[in-house]
């Protein structure tokens, strides 16, 4: 369909050569190199035939230390068909695929005009420019007849249209900005007062957008999507193409302490103002999904005002009486995505699921839901007619490639972008444990270690952020148990009191108790562990954590300190009187700890690490981020000056250009570099183990 054929060829026989080429003679370790440099799968789109599946694949230039993203094909309809590069253009980034409704043509972003613009591509043709905004493009969104085109742009508010000509700059004596309210920072970023991110639809004619665009937020004051993080999941159309509907949240007086984001419709042609369709909840509504026939909108919702880990449950509106239902209230577990069957029958979600993140089909009528997949962490989640789904998997041990289930439930997987990389590299055991926790609840736990290791191994106990989350069977580039268990650790994680996918109560459990149940588990996890498995040497291990993981290393240090041979503490909590006002999201800390700080000090001031520095005593590697303001720097500086002053053996890693997390490849190389050399530091010689070749 969109492959020229000499080009189909060419690519096959490329394609042939490789699968032929000689195999490397063995197995080696695996590096923080071999991590970073992965090819990176996106999310797919699949054409309204079923035939065709179209993605952004991220390959790594080491050399220019950033990643660049081009577009793939790959023919569904052949039986063992091999992806084929569609779009490569040098030092440009081609992302987020959609097909036009005929599946005639492709629509990407692209920044080969110089700002991020929608292109276009059709069989036999060149790309072309769809819009020609003054402003990078965030993001967009098809209707459903190809009429129209949503796209989403960081605007300021007096701004009418994309060009936004109307509005001139403000002068100003200084460099200095001024607010009036939270947020001032959010994420990673200092916040440009009245300037946010906004939705605009434009007229597609002959596949180009036609106008500077019509904003459809009305007088709303908020982003959407929604900050940091939303996207497409937070955008849906009506069948006709009429009626758009978006996720924002408010802002409100203090944005910062507010998780109520509604879902809105309005008109796709700007023609009326965007009509709240949640207003009655004042908690996080969200995800909105429309059913094949127009009549339902699904989305997901939480409960609990301030709490962003409540569980998300899948909710039905009627789009004609407004009568709303909950579909899986019965359902101890928490939507992550949602996605219509084609027939209006059924919806597909993903939920976490006692480690792993499974799909599963919800059945519209009864709420009964069945799980559709099996170990694994699975996502972007895309219905076919047939009666399955295309959707990504990643696990432990590799990285995301697409898959494909049937109506009879049969999986088989379509892609191996990595398979040249990974088969090089000495494979890992993974291995499942658990164990009665704090209360005598079951509690679960992972073993990453060589498959071919010999003798007692020291142990990595990578503790989770979060801290409403999971260590579970997925992969990570950040931290990675593959890679940690790799040089002849073993890496063991545990999902204390506080994780995800063991229902609400468990994960209700860790707020007000930060340092209780969680290091109970962490200590009656690590004894299970090395009953669990006779080669971990426990005696020899150092503990890792980021995030509230972070936290989690400097309680350990004045709570547990004979536990561990060295720490490292990422993004960590320090001081929880300074995180409390510190912090950008103030509605995390005022809900885990029971309320801002000058209401709740004595509770807050119970779990607070700085007031047991006087029993550190244990090697700690410190790392943090300048531009983290989640977990401001000055809290890795205050853990790293705390260490000094007690003549604790220490060292301090600061990025200036990254985030809560590190995310360039060359930096990433370096964290691996600073934690090994840490780790060896303190245990090399202790276990006597080596992995095999």
């Known amino acids: 369909m969109l492959i020229p054929g000499a080009m189909k060829k060419l690519l096959l026989a490329s394609l042939a050569a490789l699968a032929l080429a000689p195999t490397a003679a063995s197995a080696r370790t695996m590096t923080a190199t071999d991590l970073a440099t992965l090819r990176r799968i996106g999310a797919p789109a699949v054409s309204p035939d079923g035939r065709w599946a179209v993605y952004q694949l991220s390959e790594t230039d080491l050399a220019a230390n950033r990643r660049r993203n081009d577009l793939?094909?790959?023919?569904?309809?052949?039986?063992?068909?091999?992806?084929?590069?569609?779009?490569?253009?040098?030092?440009?980034?081609?992302?987020?695929?959609?097909?036009?409704?005929?599946?005639?043509?492709i629509y990407f972003l692209s920044s080969k005009s110089g700002k991020q613009q929608v292109w276009r591509l059709e069989r036999g043709a060149k790309a072309v420019q769809v819009t020609d905004a003054a402003t990078d493009i965030s993001g967009f969104s098809l209707s459903p007849d190809g009429q129209r085109l949503a796209v989403w742009a960081d605007l300021d508010l007096r701004c009418r249209t994309l060009g936004c000509?109307?509005?001139?700059?403000t002068e100003k004596t200084g460099s200095g900005r001024t607010y009036d309210q939270l947020f001032v920072q959010h994420w990673d970023a200092w916040a440009e007062p009245g300037v946010r991110s906004r939705i605009f639809t434009l007229p597609l004619v002959n596949g180009k957008a036609v106008g500077t665009g019509t904003p459809v937020g009305?007088?709303?004051?908020?982003?959407?999507?929604?900050?940091?993080?939303?996207?497409?999941?937070?955008i849906a159309w009506s069948p006709d193409g009429r009626t758009l509907f978006f996720t924002l949240r408010e802002a409100g007086r203090i944005e910062s302490t507010s998780t109520n984001m509604d879902i809105f419709a309005v008109p796709a042609d700007g023609s009326g103002a965007p009509v709240n369709l949640t207003a009655g909840n004042q908690a996080t509504d969200t995800l909105p999904a429309v059913s094949p026939d127009g009549k339902?909108?699904?989305?997901?919702?939480?409960?609990?005002?301030?709490?962003?880990?409540?569980?998300?449950?899948?909710?039905?509106?009627?789009?004609?009486?407004?009568?709303?239902?909950?579909?899986?209230?019965?359902?101890?577990?928490?939507?992550?995505?949602i996605a219509w069957a084609p027939d209006g029958r059924s919806l597909l979600v993903t939920?976490?699921?006692v480690l792993d993140h499974p799909a599963f089909r919800v059945d519209v009528r009864t709420g009964k839901v069945t799980r559709l997949t099996k170990e694994g962490n699975v996502g972007n989640v895309l219905p076919l007619r047939s009666g399955g789904a295309v959707y990504t998997l990643n696990s432990l041990t590799g990285p995301d490639d697409l898959y494909r289930i049937d109506a009879k439930g049969r999986s088989a997987r379509l892609t191996e972008v990595n398979a040249d990389k990974?088969?090089?590299?000495?494979?890992?055991?993974?291995?499942?444990?658990?164990?009665?926790?704090?209360?005598?609840?079951?509690?679960?736990?992972q073993i990453v270690k060589p498959k071919a290791a010999r003798g007692k191994l020291p142990v990595a106990f990578l503790v989770h952020g979060g801290p409403q989350s999971s260590f579970g069977n997925s992969w990570s580039y950040r931290w990675n148990p593959m890679l940690f268990a790799s040089p002849g650790y073993a890496a063991v994680t545990v999902d204390f009191h506080g994780s995800t996918g063991y229902g609400q109560a468990f994960t209700d459990s860790i707020s007000g108790d930060w340092g209780g149940k969680p290091l109970q588990d962490l200590q009656l996890g690590l004894a299970a562990a090395a009953s669990e498995d006779r080669q971990l040497d426990t005696a020899n291990a150092c503990a890792l954590g980021a995030s509230y993981g972070g936290?989690?290393?400097?309680?350990?240090?004045?709570?547990?300190?004979?536990?561990?041979?060295?720490?490292?503490?990422?993004?960590?909590?320090?001081?929880?009187?300074?995180?409390?006002?510190?912090?950008?999201?103030?509605?995390?800390?005022?809900w885990d700890l029971g309320g801002p700080y000058y209401e709740n000090a004595a509770a807050i001031e119970r779990w607070n690490p700085v007031n047991h520095v006087t029993k550190w005593k244990t090697p700690m590697l410190?790392?943090?981020?300048?531009?983290?303001?989640?977990?401001?720097?000055?809290?890795?500086?205050?853990?790293?000056?705390?260490?000094?002053?007690?003549?604790?053996?220490?060292?301090?890693?600061?990025?200036?250009?990254?985030?809560?997390?590190?995310?360039?490849?060359?930096?990433?190389?370096?964290?691996?570099?600073?934690?090994?050399?840490?780790?060896?530091?303190?245990?090399?010689?202790g276990g006597g183990a080596t992995a095999a070749r």
């Open 72 to 105: 793939f094909v790959l023919d569904l309809a052949a039986r063992g068909a091999a992806p084929m590069r569609l779009m490569a253009t040098p030092d440009v980034n081609e992302t987020s695929p959609a097909f036009s409704p005929d599946g005639r043509q």
């Open 422 to 445: 990974l088969r090089d590299l000495d494979p890992v055991s993974v291995e499942r444990f658990s164990f009665a926790g704090a209360g005598g609840d079951k509690v679960w736990g």
């Open 551 to 590: 936290y989690m290393m400097n309680w350990i240090e004045g709570n547990w300190p004979d536990a561990f041979k060295c720490i490292v503490n990422h993004d960590g909590v320090f001081d929880l009187r300074a995180m409390t006002y510190e912090t950008e999201e103030l509605w995390f800390t005022e």
């Open 622 to 685: 410190v790392v943090h981020s300048e531009k983290d303001f989640r977990i401001p720097v000055t809290q890795g500086l205050a853990a790293f000056t705390a260490l000094q002053r007690r003549n604790i053996p220490s060292r301090l890693l600061v990025f200036p250009d990254e985030n809560h997390w590190v995310l360039k490849p060359k930096n990433s190389i370096q964290w691996y570099g600073e934690v090994f050399s840490w780790l060896d530091r303190w245990l090399k010689g």
């Open 218 to 234: 009305g007088t709303l004051i908020g982003d959407a999507p929604s900050k940091p993080f939303g996207g497409n999941e937070e």
């Open 351 to 353: 939920a976490q699921e």
């Open 165 to 169: 000509t109307e509005v001139k700059p």
């Open 296 to 337: 339902w909108l699904a989305y997901a919702a939480m409960a609990r005002p301030g709490f962003e880990a409540d569980r998300q449950v899948l909710q039905l509106r009627n789009l004609a009486t407004g009568e709303t239902r909950a579909l899986t209230q019965g359902w101890d577990r928490s939507v992550g995505s």
